[in-house]
Structures are given as C-alpha cells and as structure tokens.
C-alpha cells in the first residue's frame, strides 16, 4: 500500500469495474462483484489488491504471488496459481497503467494564490488557478485555468501557459509557449540562452549569437525533474505533443522534437537535431547537431548518435552503427579475446 502521507487512494472497485477500466476480459472464475482494494506488484500484492504479469522474467514471482487479482496475456494464463482471478489482455503493463490512475488520480488542484506570490499587474490568471509561496508572476504573462505554480517558480515577461500545467518548485520558463495539460518537474530550466556564438580565428575570442527564438512546448509533455531546454537561435525550439523528457536531460538551441518522443535520464539532444514521432533516444545518450532521428528511430543507451538514423531504425554504440552490427562486432571482440 502507498504511504498514505503523500498519497490519496480511491476506490475500492468491483472486478467488473477494474475489467472495464482496463479494456481485459474477465477469466472463467472471476467473480465481477469482488472488490479490489488497491494496485500492487506481484512480489507484494495480497488477496485485496490486482497486479500485472507481462514480463516473463518474473514467472517465478507470478507462481508464488497472494494477488487476488492480475491483468495478464492470454498466452500465459496457465502460469497463474489457482484461485487467482484472472483479467486478460494483450496489453498488462499498460493496462494496469489505467488502473493504477484510478486508484491513485491526480489530485485536483486546490486553488488559491500565496500572499508571498509576486505577481505582476499585467498577468493574466485564468480561474481556479493555484500560485504557491514566493513564485514570481512576471508582466504580460497569461496562464490558462487550473494551472498550478509551484512554490519560488519563475515565470518569466510575456510567456503564455495553457489550461491544466503544473509547474514544480523552482522552475524558471522564459521566451516560451506552452500547451495545455504540461507538467514540469521541480527544478526545469525553458528557454535559456542556446550555445551559439562564432569564434575570431586570430584573437580566439567567442562573439555570442543572440538567440532570438522561442521554445514551444505542445500538449500533454511531461518534463523531468533538473531538465534544461534552450530557446531558440532564431528558429523555434519544439517539443511535440505528448513527449516524455525524463530528469536531467539537456535539449539544445533550434532542436525539434515531434509528437510522443522519449527522451530518457542524462541525455543530450544538440542544437537543430530533429527527431521524428515517436523517436527515442535512451539513458545517458548523445545526438549530434543537425542531424535527424527518424520516424520510430532509437538510440540506445550510451549511444552517441553522429548521423542521421533511418525510420524505425536502431542504433548503438559510439558513433553509433545498425545495433545488429553493433553486437556483431561485441561478438566477434569477445571471441577474439576468449583465443590462447
């Protein structure tokens, strides 16, 4: 069970209902009219609680576990202990992701401004808002309804905020657009200066480049905690909708992200790489500048990617290669390394 201290469960739900927030279908011997309590993992779950079983690492776990209830393949129903009631879909993970969401909702916010909150005359703020404790609220920015300001965030001149975002403590947003239904994490820094600047090649000296664009952040992104996007050179710098940018990412100046990318912990996007829908590009990773990642196309971990990657194409390594030949060349390494 979550720690009630910081977190709020409803229910409990039906089976029946549990089903039907999950799109399964119930198992021969699943009464519909049983109550469920709580979500948990296999390991923990008891005989009130529904679990998943999609990963099959863990068949072990499945064998042994006291869930009354778990979302699982039909492919593998006969891995399950007797007496468990069985929900059955293609999709478990995702599946028990929606369940967990009714169980634990996000809260609403609870609307009220901070008599320490600096607002400026001209801000507008749209109802039912929530600004907590020495934010700053800078002239002519708009924020849509329902947003909630984390406590000494920064908003900065001019910048619009759409309905339903949530601004974690600290975060500072400035020369940006952004959609509805956002969430930054503490810490997040949008819109500073990107790293351009020429060099004189006699003297050595760096003449900075003013970046005079903006960044765009679309529709239902969510953006880790310490993460940094730089605003654009002149062109914009985009995340698109639905994005996931995970902690202590950096994405750089003119960079464009399209719809549903994954961007994990510790990765680096440079100035005007593009990255198609639905691109990812793992933990502790490199993209290079000017480059495209295409459509479905990933990176691995540790991977510096230093050429543009093909639709649905998979690379590793640095510079990164086809991963197919990337582990045929650790293969052939490991082999010559095991001779007398």
Not at 84 to 97: C, D, K, Q
Not at 161 to 169: E, F, K, L
Not at 175 to 191: D, K, M, N, T
Request: charged share 20%; aromatic share 4%.
């Amino acid at each position: 069970m979550a720690d009630p201290r910081f977190f709020h469960r409803v229910g409990p739900f039906s089976l029946g209902a549990v089903a039907e927030l999950a799109g399964a279908t119930l198992g021969a011997n699943a009464d519909p009219e049983r109550e469920v309590a709580d979500v948990a993992p296999l390991h923990a779950a008891g005989p009130g609680d529904v679990s998943f079983f999609e990963n099959r690492r863990y068949a072990d776990s499945l064998g042994v576990s006291t869930a009354g209830s778990c979302l699982i393949r039909p492919s593998d129903t006969g891995k399950a202990p007797p007496g468990m009631a069985l929900l059955v879909t293609e999709t478990p993970y995702l599946s028990f992701a929606r369940v967990s969401r009714a169980f634990y909702p996000v809260p609403a916010v609870d609307p009220g401004i901070a008599q320490t909150a600096a607002i400026d005359p001209t801000a507008e703020i749209g109802p039912d808002c929530r600004i907590d404790n020495f934010a700053v609220i800078e002239a002519n920015v708009s924020i849509g309804a329902r947003c909630h300001i984390g406590p000494q965030a920064v908003i900065g001149r001019g910048v619009t905020i759409g309905d339903d975002v949530r601004i974690g403590a600290g975060c500072s947003l400035g020369h940006c657009i952004v959609g509805s239904r956002v969430r930054l994490f503490a810490g997040v820094r949008i819109g500073e200066d990107g790293f351009g600047f020429a060099t004189e090649s006699e003297s050595g000296t760096h003449v900075d480049i003013p970046q005079i664009g903006r960044v765009i952040i679309e529709d239902d992104v969510t953006i880790g905690a310490n993460s940094t996007i730089d605003r654009g050179a002149g062109p914009d710098t985009v995340v698109g909708q639905g994005s996931r940018i995970d902690n202590l990412v950096q994405i750089g100046h003119n960079a464009v992200l399209g719809r549903g990318c994954i961007i994990v912990a510790q990765a680096g996007i440079s100035g005007s790489a593009t990255l198609g829908d639905f691109a990812v590009v793992a933990a502790q990773s490199g993209v290079a500048g000017h480059i495209r990642i295409g459509v479905g196309g990933r990176v691995a971990a540790k991977s510096g990617a230093m050429r543009d990657v093909a639709d649905g194409e998979t690379v590793a390594g640095a510079p990164a290669i086809p991963i197919k030949q990337f582990f045929r060349g650790i293969a052939s390494l490991k082999r010559l390394s095991e001779r007398d």
